[in-house]
């Protein structure tokens, strides 16, 4: 592997806990000569600790704005509003590539600084799949929440917890009334994991992948009672609920869980709120009579950081082992450099590259 500098950077969502390098793999890195920074971290789910222990050298929160040009910054989620120029390579989950709110701004920022946006989400092998994810434990999450709201045991403010202690409350109990639930995007990596987690609270959902969301039989799917959606559109497709489906008075539909959260994108298939939910209010009712509740969070593996940091570490590390130019990286880079070449003729100074 080339020389490499990679940064760790601190989130600064309050509620993120994940990392996407665990201690275990940071060993791995620093044993292969990777120069490896981690920012000091309290709500990290791995101690800052284990990183010193492991060869990494420990810097403040937030001091990767000053670090050397060099270094690849690596995090999960947004950027600080500041600085307004980024000079450094990033690694994370940008969200700037399909309209979504703030996307444009984002890479201003990068044009602005001369920097690069490799997006996580666009780390892809040959065929285009995804080469390291969370959406198993997102799928997961995503129906745990459905179920214990549907049964009337989420409680808020939701907190990290642990798979075992998750489990035991996703399991029936006595009196549990059996009810109807439909996964839609089932053969996915965010669909196996809501199969998974139903098959744990004993509920055997409907499965729809491709071949029943190219033509819709939308009244099927407003019939079950809970609806979990992990479809990740790439290109426009008629939107799975509509507002006037809220409205059906034949709706059975009364839970509603959007894995994906495409909101504020042309390519959301469920365009029937405008933000999503939090942690401190997970459940946001669409309608009163006949109710819909919906949950939308765009962390859900949060909530179960070490299990979700661990399977992703293990799957990114290889790829930071080869980080360079070419393969996985390359397409990544190429795919933000048309991003910005998108944005006009007044941001094309973009990226070292």
């Known amino acids: 592997m080339t020389e490499l500098h990679l940064w760790l ?8 806990r994940r990392t996407p390098v665990v201690p275990d793999d940071a060993r791995r890195l620093v044993e292969a000569g990777v120069e490896l920074t981690v920012e000091d971290s309290p709500q990290r789910v791995f101690p800052t600790r284990e990183y010193e222990t492991v060869g990494a050298r420990i810097a403040p929160a ?10 690849v910054v690596l995090g999960l989620k947004e950027l600080p509003d500041r600085p307004a120029q980024l000079r450094h390579r990033h690694v994370f989950f940008g969200h700037a590539y399909k309209q979504q709110p703030g996307a444009v701004d984002l890479l201003r920022r990068f044009a602005a600084g001369g920097g690069a946006l490799l997006d996580l989400e666009y780390l892809v092998d040959d065929d285009g799949r995804r080469l390291a994810a969370f959406g198993f434990w997102a799928g997961y999450l995503g129906a745990a929440l459905a179920v214990l709201q549907h049964r009337g045991r989420l409680t808020a403010p939701l907190r990290p917890t642990g798979k075992d202690e998750l489990d035991e409350a996703l399991r029936p109990a006595p009196g549990d009334e059996e009810f109807t639930a ?74 509603l869980s959007d894995v994906t959260c495409d909101v504020g994108s042309p390519l959301n298939v469920l365009p029937v709120y405008d933000r999503t939910t939090e942690w401190a209010d997970p459940v946001r009712r669409l309608r009163k009579e006949p109710p819909l509740d919906l949950i939308a969070i765009d962390n859900l593996p949060s909530l179960l950081p070490r299990e979700a940091s661990v399977d992703f570490s293990a799957e990114l590390t290889p790829l930071l082992m080869d980080f360079g130019t070419a393969g996985p990286w390359g397409r990544s880079l190429d795919r933000f450099h048309r991003a910005c070449r998108e944005l006009g003729p007044d941001e094309q100074e973009f990226g070292r590259g």
Do not use: I, K, Y
Request: proline share 7%.
């Open 182 to 255: 439909l996964v839609v995007g089932a053969l996915g990596r965010s669909g196996r994991g809501a199969r998974a987690a139903f098959a744990t609270a004993g509920v055997g959902p409907t499965c729809w992948d491709l071949a029943e969301t190219g033509d819709l039989d939308r009244a099927a799917l407003l019939a079950h009672d809970v609806m979990v959606n992990c479809v990740l559109a790439t290109t426009p497709v008629p939107p799975f609920v509509r507002e006037e489906d809220l409205d059906d008075p034949a709706r059975r539909l009364r839970t």
């Open 62 to 71: 937030g001091s990767w704005v000053s670090a050397p040009s060099e270094a």
């Open 9 to 16: 950077r601190h989130e600064v969502r309050t509620t993120e």
